[in-house]
């Protein structure tokens, strides 16, 4: 019955006010998160042997930049997040081994042989690979990557936090 009676009394114009100056403070706040997260900086869990030793096999939590990717500042030697060409549901953690015209020579079974093959990276193309040849999917297996499809740049680790800090060019 009070509450009926404020409202009656002018005090729920106040309450809905106050509900809507909330609603919008939350939804100013998820448009920041949702920008930042997809447009400039993101924590990102990658794991796997690919990149060992750099990268933990049990997972570390990273932090990727997407600015970089978006204004083509991506250089040999970086790592990167990658949707896969084979399988685009999929996110690969990658270093870039060659930008467009460098040659690249790379071996084409590291368990079985020493064979070696050289390729020209297309325009418009990246070269990447794991750190750990011998358990990686990557450029020699699929060839090329389009620069199109790089999601960011893996620049900072944040956890474990014995590996805390800079994760920058180690080619």
């Known amino acids: 019955m009070n509450g009926l009676k404020n409202l009656l009394k002018g005090k729920g114009v106040e309450i809905a006010k106050e509900a809507f100056d909330r ?6 706040f998820l448009c920041f998160l949702h920008v930042t997260n997809n447009y400039i900086c993101s924590p ?6 690919s990149m060992l030793p750099t990268l933990s096999i049990t997972g570390d939590l990273v ?3 997407k600015i970089s990717t978006r204004l083509g500042k ?14 685009p549901k999929k996110i690969l953690t990658k270093r ?10 790379y071996l084409v ?9 050289t390729i020209t990276v297309p325009k418009g193309h990246i070269w990447i690979q794991g750190d750990n040849i011998y358990a990686s999917t990557d450029s020699r297996q699929f060839g090329p990557v389009p620069y199109g499809l790089v999601q960011g740049k893996v620049f900072w680790r944040i956890w474990p936090i014995s590996g805390f800090g800079s ?3 180690e080619v």
């Open 23 to 28: 609603t919008i403070l939350v939804g100013k």
């Open 44 to 49: 990102t869990l990658v794991f796997g042997p």
């Open 63 to 65: 932090l990727t930049e």
């Open 74 to 87: 991506v250089n040999n030697g970086d790592i990167v997040l990658v949707r896969s060409p084979e399988n």
């Open 96 to 105: 870039i081994l060659g930008m467009e015209g460098d040659k690249v020579t």
């Open 109 to 117: 079974d590291p368990h079985n042989s020493e064979k070696c093959r």
């Open 167 to 169: 994760l920058g060019e």
